[in-house]
């Protein structure tokens, strides 16, 4: 089936997952903007304070790890293992939520459409 495609329509669905991971990071960066008022908005969840010391202190990877950890930990695992405050969750910011849900939705798209180019190459 892929066989028949077009060069560029292969290239696209199998190279698109790579070219959205470039974009979610530079969506990170931008969120590094962010980061600030997202920690003090999670300043009751240890796991965020714990990880946010050191990893504030390692320049703009560190930085990128932390936001990366933020949205990992968003928010129901972090809550029943007892790492994040429900009340921080309940009072963080909604435009900074907002920002957060489209970085969980980019990376799910990449999964997805990973997963799809995987199986149309590999059973091709």
Same mark, same amino acid.
């Given at each position: 089936m892929i066989n028949a495609w077009s060069l560029w329509v292969v290239i696209l669905v199998v190279g698109g997952p790579f070219l959205l991971s470039i974009g979610t990071f530079a969506y990170s960066l931008y969120l590094m903007r962010h980061l600030d008022s997202m920690l003090k908005a999670l300043e009751n969840s240890r796991h965020i304070v714990v990880s946010g010391a050191g990893l504030q202190q390692q320049g703009w990877f560190g930085r990128l790890m932390l936001v990366a950890k933020i949205k990992v930990m968003w928010p129901g695992p972090g809550i029943r293992t007892g790492e994040m405050d429900p009340d921080d969750?309940?009072?963080?910011?909604?435009? $900074?939520?907002? $920002? $957060?849900?489209?970085?969980? $939705?980019?990376? @799910?798209?990449?999964?997805?459409? @990973?997963?799809?180019?995987?199986?149309?190459?590999?059973?091709?």
């Open positions: 969750v309940k009072n963080f910011p909604p435009h $900074l939520k907002q $920002l $957060l849900k489209i970085k969980i $939705l980019i990376s @799910g798209v990449i999964v997805i459409w @990973g997963a799809i180019a995987f199986a149309l190459v590999k059973f091709r």
